[in-house]
């Protein structure tokens, strides 16, 4: 009863519904080895678009190799400015914890911090959309996104940015969200939509093959690093993603 | 030639400051309804807190609530014992987990929060109480985010489980639904808008009437504004039961007395040297 209550996109990668994921064709023998091939990401830029990166900490391994900030236009007629963060800030923790799991993951990948929480509720969704068309421009080859805006006004912003990644070869790596409704960008087609799945290990990725939320991951009680070199036991969609990402 | 020609624009530049003036009382009245109504959502948004904490047996549950106009997030409710310390504390959107879920519209858990003495040092400086864990999800609808609920402490586990994320999910949609049903959402930016393009027509420039909504609120969320405190204390008395209102009302009317009667005494005695 109460499983039907809830919108519940972990649902299919928890307890005993894990068990019909494990033997769906031909996902069966997917592992590291097959996902990685021995790659460790040299090569490729991730683009971390969230709260900031902290340059300095142990985490990131000094691989994040530029950090930018963007912020509304004094004028409201004009485009958000995207604007070089020398210091490489993270204002929460919550980039730098998914920084540090991509590193972790692909310790060879460059890091680009896109740093985007808007200062006020309605600027918000155009600051994350110029900071996902900065990071497409620069040539990311994967951007990992834990953040999702729900405005309609929107919706074709974000959809002619998801073509325009996917069409420069660019795979956006979005947290599903739980609450129901409008979730742009993690619900198009063209992007990777993944939840967390319920087991302690960072390396047990899941395939769902009923939309929209297509990977179950690491995200429960993940260790993660965190602001002014720090470190923090969370839980959430957005701690699945970045090991899907890296 | 040029006295004609400038006159229209004298006049359209009155005209516009009149306007202005006039938009910027109508944002203010806006914003002291709003301000009065929140007392009537409050009493649900009480609920659910409170049950927040029975549910998830948690030592705490609060609710803050954006505030467009000071673009801040302030804690309106909080329920279970070690909870009641963070009412009124008020948080910049782009900052700390709050801000962040806020921001992002994303639920997140965090445990051992005592393993970092920066956070826990901040945290009980503000509210008198270091949580272990911590469960934040977003206050959201399709017509946006307005607030942040958060959970600390479930008593039989050290952390939250997916699962919990995804129930305080579900309380949080109830607290959206009570804001939305009733008139708090009607922040004076939404007034002021839906009221010039309504007046305006198809025809109505968006950048027009955001440049008109921005003029006219421009001061509005002054925090220095001596009108505010007012305001609170204002709909804190209407949340009064009638008993409660009667003694205040009593109280006040004998208070006037004893100050006119002691401005009269005083004036008096001002007047004594010189007579």
């Given amino acids: 009863m109460t499983d039907q209550l809830l919108p519940a996109w972990s649902e299919p990668f928890v307890g005993a519904r894990r068990g019909a994921l494990r033997h769906l064709p031909p996902f069966g023998a997917l592992d590291r080895a097959w996902a990685t091939g021995g790659s460790d990401g040299s090569g490729v830029t991730v683009a971390i678009i969230d709260s900031g990166v902290e340059r300095d900490h142990p985490a990131v391994g000094g691989k994040l190799v530029r950090s930018v900030k963007v912020e509304l236009a004094a004028d409201p007629d004009d485009d958000p400015v995207v604007l070089d963060d020398p210091d490489g800030l993270d204002v929460v923790g919550h980039g730098t914890a998914c920084a540090g799991i991509i590193h972790s993951i692909s310790p060879g990948a460059d890091l680009v911090s896109v740093r985007v929480l808007g200062p006020d509720n309605r600027g918000k969704g155009i600051v994350f959309a110029a900071g996902l068309d900065w990071a497409i421009a620069l040539g990311a080859g994967v951007m990992n996104l834990s953040l999702s805006s729900k405005s309609d006004a929107l919706f074709g912003t974000f959809h002619d940015l998801a073509d325009r990644a996917y069409f420069s070869r660019a795979l956006l790596v979005c947290a599903a969200n739980n609450v129901p409704g409008n979730s742009y960008p993690s619900l198009f087609a063209s992007v990777v939509s993944v939840a967390a799945h319920d087991l302690a290990d960072p390396s047990a990725w899941y395939y769902n093959p009923r939309p929209p939320v297509e990977f179950g991951a690491h995200g429960l009680d993940v260790d993660v690093a965190w602001r002014d070199g720090g470190r923090m036991v969370a839980s959430g969609n957005s701690f699945a993603a970045p090991h899907i990402g890296g | ?275």
């Fill in chain 2, 1 to 275: 030639m040029t006295d004609s020609a400038s006159r229209p624009r004298r006049r359209a530049r009155a005209f516009n400051g009149e306007a202005r003036a006039a938009l910027a009382a109508i944002g203010r009245r806006a914003e002291v309804a709003r301000r009065l109504e929140l007392g009537s959502a409050e009493a649900v948004l009480r609920s659910v807190v409170e049950a927040a904490v029975v549910l998830f047996e948690a030592e705490a549950a609060s609710i803050a609530l954006y505030e467009p106009a000071r673009n801040l997030l302030v804690f309106r409710v909080a329920a279970g014992e070690q909870g009641q310390g963070v009412v009124g504390l008020e948080i910049a959107p782009d900052r700390g987990l709050v801000g962040y879920v806020f921001s992002s519209g994303q639920a997140l858990a965090i445990a051992d929060v005592r393993a970092d003495p920066r956070f826990g040092r901040s945290f009980a400086e503000q509210t008198q109480y270091v949580p272990r864990s911590i469960v934040a999800v977003p206050l959201v609808d399709e017509r946006g985010t307005l607030g942040v609920l958060e959970v600390l402490d479930k008593r039989s586990e050290a952390t939250f489980s997916l699962r919990d994320i995804e129930l305080a999910g579900v309380f949080a949609r109830q607290a959206t639904v009570a804001i939305r049903a009733s008139r708090v959402e009607r922040d004076a930016a939404t007034l002021l808008r839906s009221v010039l393009r309504s007046l305006a027509g198809d025809d109505a420039s968006e950048q027009g009437v955001e440049a008109l909504v921005e003029a006219a609120l421009a001061e509005v969320g002054d925090p220095d504004d001596p009108l505010w405190p007012l305001v609170e204390q204002i709909a804190a008395l209407r949340r009064a039961g009638p008993e409660q209102q009667e003694l205040l009302s009593a109280l006040l009317d004998v208070l006037v007395r004893q100050s006119s009667r002691g401005r009269g005494r005083r004036a008096g005695r001002l007047r004594a040297p010189g007579g």
